[in-house]
């Protein structure tokens, strides 16, 4: 079965300090592979995504993840955090078909 | 364009009763799909809705049940609640006729179970 295993449940930075979320997911096939946040009291959103092609994605606010197919990871990044950016990071997988299995979620705080 | 909104956002049910919910999918997309998100954990798949009917479904009981309607919005029904059914459900919608398709999220419902 497939799964989806996020390193920290629960991430504390400065301002300006880098970020790095691990993802690791369990599938053999192709997959295709996303990162969402959810800041406070706002919907999901999608950060990020990986079909096909350069296995290093540039998403949104500029937040990256690369693909790294022999280690099953998709790690996200950010060179330099702002306080902005505290909010839930969930990393998911499809790998075929139509469902998509979420990991657990890492709440990333901001010190200003 | 409006987004995917979901109805009630809050609901609060004793054990043994039933539940629908529902979503209308954002604009221009055909498919939604059903989460359930208990506090602490990522959403889990509950099942997806294309052409009005059910094509992938996760891991739930039959007590969960759905529907789509022609206009493509979506109700999620949960026969004989449990405690533990209490939880955020989350609907998304996306477009069915596309392989590689992102999804967009309602603000979700938030289901208490007494």
């Known amino acids: 079965a497939q799964s989806v295993s996020q390193h920290n449940h629960h991430v504390i930075l400065s301002e300006a300090a880098s970020l790095e979320l691990g993802c690791n997911y369990s599938y053999g096939g192709t997959v295709n592979l996303f990162w969402y946040v959810q800041y406070p009291g706002q919907h999901l959103q999608l950060l990020l995504k990986y079909f096909s092609g350069d296995p290093l994605v540039k998403g949104i606010k500029g937040f990256e993840a690369e693909f790294i197919k022999s280690k099953f990871s998709f790690n996200l990044r950010k060179p330099s955090v702002q306080w902005s950016d505290t909010a839930e990071y969930f990393c998911?997988?499809?790998?075929?078909?139509?469902?998509?299995?979420f990991g657990a979620g890492t709440r990333l705080f901001v010190k200003a | 364009d409006a987004g995917v909104t979901q109805s009630p956002t809050h609901l609060i049910k004793t054990r043994g009763q039933q539940v629908t919910l529902r979503c209308s999918p954002k604009s221009g997309h055909d498919t939604v799909s059903w989460y359930q998100q208990a506090l602490g954990q990522g959403p889990q798949f509950i099942f997806q809705y294309y052409e009005e009917e059910e094509r992938q479904r996760g891991n739930f009981p039959d007590r969960f049940s759905g529907h789509q309607f022609p206009n493509y919005s979506s109700e999620l029904n949960v026969n004989a609640l449990l405690l533990g059914d209490s939880a955020l459900y989350l609907c998304a919608s996306s477009r069915g006729d596309r392989e590689n398709t992102e999804a967009f999220f309602g603000q979700g419902t938030r289901l208490t179970v007494v």
């Open positions: 998911a997988v499809n790998g075929g078909g139509f469902k998509t299995i």
